[in-house]
Each structure stands twice: as structure tokens, then as C-alpha cells.
């Protein structure tokens, strides 16, 4: 927050004769302090800023001010240079001098209030003088300048020479906790050593100084003074931690030692056959996890319909290049089918003759898989000569916009008739299709999605 600028009127911070250069310190027109502007002049002696004469030219109404003396353009006034340095060149006070010539970040705030007398700060103010023409220079490294505190949550506001010895005591400020190293608040500093792990605390048992972190653990399992229960044997005797090795000489513990002794091998020995159980319980699982992981990636997903294509002659009549009838799209698993077809080429490319009737499997979602496909082209007149095509193919992940797909080329177009029993011998024309689609599940790549 360093440069806060204060609003100020000049003339507050004039040294000497302010009375007179109030008269002359603002235009008297837009009534804005001169010391940055040019003043220009008319014949009479009137003078206002650059700014305001060329207003009034450009204006219908272009008379001087005050003596109303016609101004045609800047020819007709003259520049008062005389002027212009007297204001430049007088002697003006720091405005960090005084001491109620406040700053808040907040902007609104900086405007002096009228008729609010300013004073000295005698004692931290700025003591410097000098020209008007030197005050923003003076400003940008006046050490006598208002700043605001830089630590978080501090909203202090000092003279920029006293800063650092602000941040020394500065509530807000980060100091390192000399314990535990944490950063921390110089207020926080009370409530953090509450807290501090690193804190030493005095053990109430045994007067010996731990790390609040270590303290639990310490009386539950090392504290010499900590009143422990004997775990020898059926003991049950009570006793200081740090007497434990007497309390082993002076009592016999070997007897009932023994007892236990028997008593866990038997135990041990039981825990060896449940274990024994358990792994033989394991060997089965695997064995039943791999003929189901077998099922899976062999499994299989079949699709079986008929596709009716009724005035079929009538349909592909008018067909051009790039035409097709499609099938409605069916689900196999994860996949989105669709049938569709085309005339193209003996050669499947439908740029030479497109006199060949040619089979499409598109592929709508785009995920990849392998797929066998049957189709069966009925024939209305003797199933025996019913036409079976078998293909199959591997869609890959592609990039394009279109839906991927795989083609069979069946027959010449002229093949289809109703003569032949292709189309229905009725005024349908229709072209029947079964067909059987086949997804392997080994197959099936799962696209990354985001
Ligand atoms: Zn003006
Ligand atoms: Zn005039
Ligand atoms: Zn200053
Ligand atoms: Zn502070
Ligand atoms: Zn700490
Ligand atoms: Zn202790
Ligand atoms: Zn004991």
C-alpha cells in the first residue's frame, strides 16, 4: 500500500501568503489548481487555464469571461509565464507534515474536509518545504508517508519510517514457534502453546519433563513410576514399572508359567488346524474363480432379427452414389448396431457401376469389438435356396465423425427379383433378411472416458 495518494488542496499546505495566492492558486473559471496547466490571458489581462479558453473558442459564444472582448482563436491571448512560475515556484509544506491530513486505502476517506483546520504533527510529521513544482517528486520518497501494515488481518496505518518498528510489536505478525517451528500469529503465540506438541510437560508420576506429543504414550508405557499389573503367570500382583525386576526375584512365578505354557500349546495347536482348514477353504476358491474367469472371456453375445425392406425395388430406384436404406439401430451388450445397404461395385467401391447390392454393419458408439455376422437373404419361393453370407470383422476405435462400419458385397442387383423368389411375389416387393450378429466379450476394449 505504498503511494496512497492524499486529495488535498494546495493551498492547504502554502507556506507563506496564502491569502493572496488563494486568489490565484485556481483557474477562476473551472476553479481546478493551476500548477500543472499553462494560464493563458486576454488582451485585458484576464486569465483562466488553457483548458477553459479552449472551451470557450470552440464554443458559439467565444467572448472572454470577464471583460466579454470577442477571442477569435489562441492568436488573440498570450501565455502568462509570469504567472505560471510564481505558482510553480512556491514554497509549500509536506502534506505528510500534518498530522490529520489522514490516509485510509479505503479512497473515499482522503478528501479533506471543508473547513477542517489542519495541524502540525510537530513531533513525526514531515519537516520539508519546497516548490509546488517538486511535490509529486517529494512525495514518492517522502519517509514521512502513510502506509498501511502488510500482515494479514492487520489494519494499522503508520508513518513509513516507523513500519518496521510497528512490525516488531505487530499482533498480526508471523513469528516461528520456538518449539514446535510452526508459523503462528504473534497473537496466536497464548492460545498456540496451550496446544504445542512440542511444549515440554512434567510428567505428574515421575517428574521428568516429555513432549506434550509423547506424553500418552509415555505414561501407558515407559513412565519408571506408572503402576503396572504383572503379566506373568496367573501373578496379578500390582506394581511400579520400575520394580518389575525386583517383583521377578522375589516371586516364584515358575509354576503357573508352566500352566500357561501348556495351555497356549494346546492353543497353538488348534490355531495350526483352522489354518490348515482355511488354506485348503482358499485353494478351492481359486480353483472356482478360474473356471468363471474362464465362462467370461469366452462368452459370447448374439443379436438374432429380420429385416424387412418392403418396395424394395421401388426404394432403391432413384439411388445415388452415396444412398442407403438403414435399419433401426439394436443393442448388443455395450455395442449400438445398425444394418444398412448400399449399391456399389463388384469391387465394393461405389465408383465404377454401382449394379452390386452390398450388406453394411455400422457400428454407432464407437467402441471397439470383434463381431461375427449371418445373414440369410430369404428366399419367398424355396427356402433351400435361401442365400447365406458369413463375414466378419473388428471394428476399431476411430476418430472420424461418421459411424464405423464393415461391408459384404452379396450379388449383382439384377439377382433380386420376384421371379427368383428374392422379393415377395406380391405388390410389397419385399426383401427379407435374417440376420444373427455376434459380439465376443474377449474383444471388448472399454474406451478411456473423462
Ligand atoms: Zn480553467
Ligand atoms: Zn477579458
Ligand atoms: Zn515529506
Ligand atoms: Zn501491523
Ligand atoms: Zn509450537
Ligand atoms: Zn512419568
Ligand atoms: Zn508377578
Not at 111 to 134: A, I, P, R, S, Y
Not at 238 to 245: A, E, G, H, T
Not at 248 to 269: A, C, F, G, T
Request: proline share 2%.
Amino acid at each position: 500500500m505504498e503511494n496512497i495518494k492524499i486529495k488535498y488542496d494546495i493551498i492547504d499546505l502554502v507556506c507563506d501568503e496564502k491569502e493572496l495566492f488563494s486568489n490565484i492558486y485556481s483557474c477562476p473559471v473551472c476553479y481546478e489548481p493551476l500548477f500543472k496547466k499553462q494560464i493563458y490571458q486576454c488582451s485585458e489581462g484576464h486569465w483562466a487555464c488553457r483548458e477553459c479558453f479552449q472551451k470557450i473558442i470552440n464554443s458559439n459564444n467565444s467572448h472572454c469571461m470577464s471583460c466579454r472582448k470577442k477571442i477569435g482563436s489562441f492568436n488573440e491571448l498570450s501565455r502568462n509565464r509570469g504567472l505560471e512560475l510564481m505558482i510553480q515556484s512556491k514554497k509549500i509544506h509536506c502534506p505528510y507534515s500534518f498530522s490529520n491530513i489522514w490516509c485510509n486505502p479505503d479512497e473515499a476517506d482522503f478528501e479533506k474536509q471543508n473547513n477542517v483546520e489542519l495541524f502540525f504533527d510537530l513531533d513525526n510529521g514531515c519537516k520539508e518545504t519546497f516548490k509546488v513544482e517538486q511535490l509529486n517528486n517529494h512525495l514518492e520518497k517522502c519517509n514521512y508517508r502513510f502506509v498501511e501494515c502488510s500482515n494479514f488481518g492487520c489494519d494499522e496505518i503508520v508513518r513509513l519510517n516507523k513500519i518496521e518498528k510497528h512490525q516488531e510489536i505487530c499482533k498480526f505478525a508471523r513469528i516461528t514457534c520456538r518449539d514446535c517451528e510452526t508459523k503462528i500469529k504473534r497473537i496466536e503465540e497464548t492460545d498456540h502453546t496451550e496446544v504445542c506438541p512440542s511444549v515440554l510437560i512434567v510428567c505428574v508420576q515421575c517428574n521428568q519433563s516429555v513432549k506434550r506429543c509423547y506424553l500418552k504414550d509415555h505414561i501407558e508405557n515407559t513412565c519408571e513410576q506408572g503402576i503396572i499389573k504383572c503379566k506373568y503367570g496367573d501373578c496379578q500382583s500390582v506394581y511400579k514399572r520400575n520394580q518389575l525386576s525386583n517383583h521377578l526375584k522375589q516371586v516364584d512365578h515358575s509354576e503357573s508359567m508352566k500352566r500357561i505354557i501348556d495351555l497356549q500349546e494346546e492353543e497353538i495347536e488348534q490355531y495350526k488346524e483352522q489354518l490348515k482348514e482355511s488354506n485348503e477353504r482358499c485353494l478351492d476358491l481359486i480353483k472356482n474363480f478360474k473356471v468363471i474367469d474362464r465362462i467370461f472371456t469366452n462368452y459370447e453375445e448374439s443379436y438374432r432379427n429380420k429385416w424387412e425392406i418392403s418396395d424394395f425395388k421401388q426404394k432403391i430406384r432413384n439411388f445415388g452414389v452415396f444412398d442407403s436404406i438403414l435399419s433401426l439401430s439394436f443393442k448388443i451388450g455395450f455395442h449400438k448396431f445398425y444394418l444398412g445397404i448400399s449399391l456399389t461395385g463388384k469391387d465394393g467401391f461405389n465408383n465404377k457401376d454401382t449394379d452390386h447390392f452390398t450388406l453394411y454393419l455400422y457400428n454407432k458408439n464407437n467402441i471397439p469389438t470383434k463381431v461375427r455376422c449371418e445373414f440369410e437373404v430369404i428366399n419367398h419361393i424355396d427356402k433351400l435356396k435361401n442365400k447365406k453370407i458369413e463375414f466378419s470383422g473388428v471394428f476399431e476405435k476411430t476418430y472420424e465423425e461418421q459411424d464405423n462400419y464393415i461391408e459384404y458385397v452379396v450379388s449383382k442387383l439384377s439377382d433380386l427379383s420376384r421371379r427368383n423368389g428374392f422379393l415377395s411375389n406380391d405388390s410389397f416387393e419385399t426383401l427379407s433378411i435374417n440376420f444373427s450378429i455376434t459380439v465376443n466379450k474377449n474383444n471388448t476394449i472399454f474406451p478411456l472416458k473423462n
